[in-house]
Structures are given as structure tokens and as C-alpha cells.
């Protein structure tokens, strides 16, 4: 099973002494530190992409729309036709 111990264990010895401090660490306190350093890139990153995606979501607002109440109609009429097959399955096994 891979784990990221397994993974970091052989490349310790090729990194530098306090590096092979993460190899011990518990894994709850290895995603602390891993958080903590990537934060500020994750945040540039989002910053950065926030009007792209604003500026996509405002383009597909009306076919998002159209395709909920599409698929809500879809859910509706399986549902009624689930219901249907499910009566005469009863009535079926009643007569048998």
C-alpha cells in the first residue's frame, strides 16, 4: 500500500537533514506543514483565476438554469413512471 511515508522514505536520504524530519511526522501534522507552505500559492492561484471563472459562471448562468428545470422535469416523470411499473409490478404478483 502506498502511503506517504513509503513514498518520502527512499527520497529522504537524498534531501536535506530537516526534510527527513517529514518521513517521521504523523501524517495529520505532515498536511499541517504541507498547508502552511503552499497556502500563499494556492491563495495567488485563486486570486488570480476568480474573474476567469466569475466571468464563466455569468456566461452559463442561462443554460444552468434551463438545464436544472430540464433534469428537475426528467427526475419528476421517472419518478411517476417508477411509480406506475412499481403498481403493476404489485398487481401483477397479486394475480399470481
Given at each position: 500500500m502506498l502511503t506517504s511515508f513509503s513514498v518520502l522514505r527512499p527520497k529522504c536520504w537524498k534531501l536535506q537533514p530537516r526534510w527527513c524530519l517529514l518521513c517521521q511526522l504523523s501524517d495529520?501534522?505532515?498536511?499541517k506543514i504541507i498547508k502552511k507552505v503552499y497556502k500563499p500559492y494556492i491563495d495567488d492561484i485563486a486570486t488570480a483565476t476568480?474573474?476567469?471563472?466569475d466571468k464563466a459562471r455569468?456566461?452559463?448562468s442561462?443554460?444552468?438554469k434551463e438545464a436544472v428545470i430540464a433534469y428537475?422535469?426528467?427526475?419528476e416523470s421517472a419518478s411517476n413512471n417508477h411509480d406506475q411499473?412499481?403498481?403493476n409490478d404489485i398487481k401483477l404478483k397479486e394475480i399470481v
Open positions: 495529520r501534522l505532515r498536511m476568480k474573474p476567469h471563472l455569468d456566461t452559463m442561462p443554460y444552468t428537475g422535469k426528467f427526475l411499473v412499481r403498481a
